[in-house]
Nanobody, 124 residues
Framework: QVQLEESGGGLVQAGGSLRLSCAAS????????MGWFRQAPGKEREFVAV????????YYADSVKGRFTISRDNAKDTVNLQMDSLKPEDTAVYYC?????????????????WGQGTQVTVSS
């Protein structure tokens, strides 16, 4: 089993930055890809970014491309999401997730492990 725990959320003004972190425990060395999703009030959960184990493959949602950067530290079993130039529409609960298979998916249905989420609020 794998446990994921997010940290780093908070309140920030539009144009500001936040850095989210996700720590994996349990069988963390079995994880291939790790990703981030978000869910705003009244909306469905949506893909944000994903990174392969080597870091050689990364994918971003069009809405965050050029503003967010995903990275990981396999020695520490962590994945980070650097969020710059934040907009009010980025306000959501952000979830760390990982698939059980050796894939790098953008589809949430392919993810087996999920964190509890961390709130990000961007004020205008």
């Amino acid at each position: 089993q794998v446990q994921l725990e997010e940290s780093g959320g908070g309140l920030v003004q539009a144009g500001g930055s936040l850095r989210l972190s996700c720590a994996a425990s349990g069988r963390a060395d079995s994880l291939y890809a790790m990703g981030w999703f978000r869910q705003a009030p009244g909306k469905e959960r949506e893909f944000v970014a994903v990174i392969s184990r080597s870091g050689g493959s990364t994918y971003y949602a069009d809405s965050v491309k050029g503003r967010f950067t995903i990275s990981r530290d396999n020695a520490k079993d962590t994945v980070n999401l650097q969020m710059d130039s934040l907009k009010p529409e980025d306000t959501a609960v952000y979830y760390c997730a990982a698939p059980a298979a050796r894939v790098v998916p953008t589809n949430s249905q392919l993810y087996s492990y999920w964190g509890q989420g961390t709130q990000v609020t961007v004020s205008s």
